[in-house]
Nanobody, 116 residues
Framework: QVQLVESGGGLVQPGGSLRLSCAAS????????MGWYRQVPGKQRELVAV???????NYADSVKGRFTISRDNAKNTVYLQMNSLKPQDTAVYYC??????????WGQGTQVTVSS
């Protein structure tokens, strides 16, 4: 079994920063792409950022220039550095990863609230 565990969410004022972490654990042979998604009530889950095993990245237009995705392959961990946060960034943030022999695995989600 494998699992993803997210951490780092919380309450932050507009303009502030947060760093999310997502660590994969279990019988992991290799991890392909890893990504962050977010969801607000009543809306579909949307892609925020993705990073391949080779380090190539892609971002939603709404977060370009403010968010940075990175990964530490030795620790099976993906990060999301979020700067210049806006109230519209408020959502539950989920990480996922393509893990060999297990397919796409999702984390449990972490709440990010941007409010004054």
């Amino acid at each position: 079994q494998v699992q993803l565990v997210e951490s780092g969410g919380g309450l932050v004022q507009p303009g502030g920063s947060l760093r999310l972490s997502c660590a994969a654990s279990g019988s992991i042979f290799s991890i392909n792409a890893m990504g962050w998604y977010r969801q607000v009530p009543g809306k579909q889950r949307e892609l925020v950022a993705v990073i391949t095993s080779g380090g190539s990245t892609n971002y939603a237009d709404s977060v370009k220039g403010r968010f940075t995705i990175s990964r530490d392959n030795a620790k099976n961990t993906v990060y999301l550095q979020m700067n210049s946060l806006k109230p519209q960034d408020t959502a539950v943030y989920y990480c996922n990863a393509g893990i060999s022999r297990f397919g796409v695995i999702w984390g449990q989600g972490t709440q990010v609230t941007v409010s004054s």
